[in-house]
């Protein structure tokens, strides 16, 4: 038995005309996200980031060279909003990860590229995420998380669903 568990024993007595079976599998999954983020917090706070810096020199990173994108483009691949991209490129710009320059083909655009130094920073710290991820689903064999993955994909799609 273990936290859930508990909780859901005690909203049987507390409401047992409340089916909380739903709260089994998304409390987990919660508890688990929160696990997650703050054991990836760790690492990314090692290479002297946090999630949002690097989520930020991923994207970059990942995108083809000069690893250069429109700070729209950035925005929509992270799904966050101008104002907390705004804040972001001017942090890693100011630590010397990248720079904002105005895009020569449309000056009302800006263009965000790694530097070197955020080059080679994310080169470092992405090794490090890809290990500590893999130590958190270090406890399942390939089957389980393949089947894991299936799982929540599906309910990705279902809960992103617009419907």
């Known amino acids: 038995m273990d ?10 007595v507390a409401r047992p005309d409340l089916d909380v079976w739903a709260m089994g599998p998304l409390g987990r999954l919660n508890r688990i996200a929160h696990s997650c983020l703050r ?43 101008s104002g907390t991209m705004t804040n972001r490129i001017e942090q890693l710009a100011k630590a010397g990860l990248l720079t904002r ?27 490090d995420h890809v290990e500590t991820q893999t130590k958190l689903l270090a406890s399942l064999s390939d089957e389980e998380i393949a089947t894991l993955d299936a799982l929540l994909r599906k309910l990705m799609e279902a809960v992103e669903s617009p419907t």
């Not at 655009?109 to 080169?123: C, M, N, S």
Request: glycine share 6%.
């Open 39 to 81: 054991r990836m917090g760790k690492t990314f706070s090692r290479h002297g980031l946090n999630a949002a810096g690097f989520d930020l020199l991923a994207t970059l990173r990942r995108s083809p060279p000069p690893h250069a994108l429109s700070a729209g483009k950035l925005m929509t691949s992270m799904m966050i909003t």
């Open 101 to 127: 320059t105005t895009d020569p083909e449309d000056a009302r655009r800006a263009v965000v590229k790694l530097t070197q130094q955020g080059f080679d920073l994310i080169e470092v710290a992405i090794a």
């Open 3 to 12: 936290e859930v568990d508990r909780i859901l024993a005690q909203w049987l």
